[in-house]
């Protein structure tokens, strides 16, 4: 006589309650990992890390300048520009690092996008900015910071035709409270460490909290 005996074990609500509970961890795990990956390769300067809603906001794969690059309009880049003298920047102070790619001042570069390069006309009123005659979208100048305390930002005005290596940044990702040419003018290809490129980003229209 032959006996068979089955020793499957049913799968209890607790083993059944414990995989749902790793599986909707899993992409938290997932995005950590990316994250920590990210600042670990932007401190090497192959990646950023944005967290300004200016552009879309995320992880950005970035190419070093060198003197093959050619930069063009729709360009996402990375750069220094030279801030206007005789205005208070303190409000910028949480975006300092400590890393190689750093600009001179300590400060995380700047992420932005080329809406104009060599030859371009451009007009800046306190109304907002004309390139060609077409207006560029949002793009009317704030006087002051939304932070607290306001402090009064620079105020870039005129008209303008780009010379060779002059450019103009925009924030295309929320341009309302991008700090970029509006407020600096045009910037120069040295100015520039990197050209970006998209990686895991999300567009992400933030709004300024009004304290009562």
Not at 18 to 38: F, H, S
Not at 110 to 131: H, N, S, W
Not at 165 to 181: E, K, L
Request: positive net charge.
């Amino acid at each position: 006589m032959s006996s068979r005996f089955n020793f499957s074990i049913p799968l209890t609500p607790f083993t059944t309650t414990r995989r749902r509970r790793w599986k909707r961890l899993l992409p938290v795990a997932v995005a950590g990992a990316m994250v920590a990956v990210a600042v670990t390769a932007w401190d090497n300067g192959d990646w950023r890390l944005n967290l300004s809603p200016s552009e879309p906001m995320g992880i950005w794969s970035v190419t070093p300048m060198t003197p093959m690059t050619r930069l063009q309009v729709g360009d996402v880049v990375t750069l220094c520009p030279r801030l206007p003298s005789g205005y208070h920047y303190g409000w910028l102070e949480d975006k300092k690092i400590h890393a190689a790619n750093a600009c001179a001042d300590g400060r995380a570069p700047f992420l932005k996008t080329i809406v104009a390069g060599p030859g371009d006309t451009l007009r800046e009123t306190g109304d907002g900015v004309v390139i060609g005659g077409l207006p560029l979208p949002d793009s009317r100048p704030l006087p002051f910071t939304t932070s607290k305390p306001q402090v009064r930002l620079p105020q870039w005005r005129g008209t303008v035709t780009l010379k060779a290596g002059q450019y103009w940044a925009y924030g295309a990702g929320d341009p309302r409270f991008s700090f970029d040419s509006r407020y600096w003018g045009p910037f120069r290809r040295a100015q520039v460490r990197g050209v970006a490129h998209p990686i895991a980003v999300w567009k992400y229209a933030w709004t300024p909290r009004v304290d009562d």
